[in-house]
Nanobody, 119 residues
Framework: QVQLVESGGGLVQSGLSLRLSCAASGTILSVNVMGWYRQAPGKERELVATMTRGGSTNYADSVKGRFTIGRDNARNSVYLEMNSPKPEDTAVYYC?????????????WGKGTLVTVSS
């Protein structure tokens, strides 16, 4: 069983910075892609940013140039540095990890951390 635990959410003023962190624990052979998704009230969950084990990144257009994703493969952890957040970035942020086992891969999700950006 794998658990993802997020931390770092909260209230932040627009234009400042906030850092989200997530650590995976449990029976882990290897972690493929790790990333962050978010879900605003009344909207579907959407991709924010992902990073492969090799360091390739993918960002939503809405956060490019403002958010930075990074990971520590040795610690099976990922972070999201949110610079100059906007009120429209307000959402529950979920950590995601694709775990590789011997014959299959499986996706895991954290419980989410709420980020509220005030204007």
């Amino acid at each position: 069983q794998v658990q993802l635990v997020e931390s770092g959410g909260g209230l932040v003023q627009s234009g400042l910075s906030l850092r989200l962190s997530c650590a995976a624990s449990g029976t882990i052979l290897s972690v493929n892609v790790m990333g962050w998704y978010r879900q605003a009230p009344g909207k579907e969950r959407e991709l924010v940013a992902t990073m492969t084990r090799g360091g390739s990144t993918n960002y939503a257009d809405s956060v490019k140039g403002r958010f930075t994703i990074g990971r520590d493969n040795a610690r099976n952890s990922v972070y999201l540095e949110m610079n100059s957040p906007k009120p429209e970035d307000t959402a529950v942020y979920y950590c995601n990890a694709n775990i590789r086992y011997s014959t299959y891969d499986m996706d895991y999700w954290g419980k989410g951390t709420l980020v509220t950006v005030s204007s």
